[in-house]
Nanobody, 120 residues
Framework: QVQLVESGGGLVQPGGSLRLSCAAS????????MGWYRQAPGKERELVAH???????NYANFVKGRFTISRDDAKSTVYLQMDSLEPEDTAVYYC??????????????WGQGTLVTVSS
């Protein structure tokens, strides 16, 4: 079993910053790709940022230059640093982690979601 626990969401004013964290635990041999997605009310879930095991990153156009994804494999954690937040960034943010378990199976897991609200 692999579990993900997200933290760091909340209410922030436009132009402010937040850092999201997502910690993985369980029977993990290797953490492969990690990513952050978001879903705003009435909209579909969309990719925000992605980071490979080797550290290569890619971002959605709407967050380039404002958000930074990073990972700490020693802590089995992925982070999303969000700066210059805009009201349009309001959404539930989900982490996604793909792992190889100690049983040599591949799992794709989602966090429980954390709400980010950008409002004055």
């Amino acid at each position: 079993q692999v579990q993900l626990v997200e933290s760091g969401g909340g209410l922030v004013q436009p132009g402010g910053s937040l850092r999201l964290s997502c910690a993985a635990s369980g029977s993990i041999l290797i953490i492969n790709d990690m990513g952050w997605y978001r879903q705003a009310p009435g909209k579909e879930r969309e990719l925000v940022a992605h980071i490979t095991r080797g550290g290569s990153t890619n971002y959605a156009n709407f967050v380039k230059g404002r958000f930074t994804i990073s990972r700490d494999d020693a802590k089995s954690t992925v982070y999303l640093q969000m700066d210059s937040l805009e009201p349009e960034d309001t959404a539930v943010y989900y982490c996604n982690v793909r792992v190889t378990t100690r049983a040599y199976t591949f799992l794709d897991r989602w966090g429980q979601g954390t709400l980010v609200t950008v409002s004055s």
